[in-house]
């Protein structure tokens, strides 16, 4: 082929890529901000599980340390930065509007959890470093899995929100574009946004196939609301 067109075409790849991470990162800043406003909102953090929260900041922060050790562009990380101090702010509210206060040796045990595992993650031996991209792949399998299966089985989506999970699956898919684009064939990377696309994206078939039985049964369970409020 012509070297120039080939360069061309490969400048373009690269232009779409960075406005895809741009586009990425700008709509990450949306993805935690409503449970933040209705947290500060409410004052309260009832119902949510401090388990779950505590534990989404590793994941975070192994794909942010991952693409810092190994010098790739903000354009193909950005929205992981932006979703992990919007978890550490969800942690900080947890920790002011908790009932029962929150005790002291909570926040010092979590917090120090959080600095060593960070730090572990920065200082792992360089042929160990892929550990930190493959180790989504299960976390992901572990948090999909099961709700696809109870889809299947109820035969509906109940109040599984299916936009999350199409923005999930086409963010995934675009980052898999913007890793090939911009880093390469990372293989760790390649498969946990694989699977993520995959995975969010059977969510919203089930979303589409289930449509009508999903929608009855969220009539039922509000007529059901309803007469508890009669009563």
Known sequence: GDPAVEEITLG???IVSKLLGIMIMM???FL???QIVKIVASGSVEGLSPEAIYNELPLYSSGVIYHLLHG???STYGEMVVVMIQNVTIVLLLWTYQQPSVKLKEVVTKTLQFIVVCYLQFNLPKRMRPVLAYVNVPLLLLSCIPQIKTNAQ???TGT???STCFMKSVGSAMRFFTTMAEIGGDLGLLSSYGVSAFLNGWMVVQGWMYREETQRVLELARKRRAGKDAD
Do not use: E, T, W
Request: without cysteine; positive net charge; proline residues 11%.
């Open 154 to 156: 109820q035969g509906h």
């Open 12 to 14: 373009a790849v690269q």
């Open 32 to 34: 935690k901000m409503p």
């Open 72 to 74: 790739f562009p903000i």
């Open 160 to 162: 599984l929100a299916i």
């Open 27 to 29: 709509g990450s800043f």
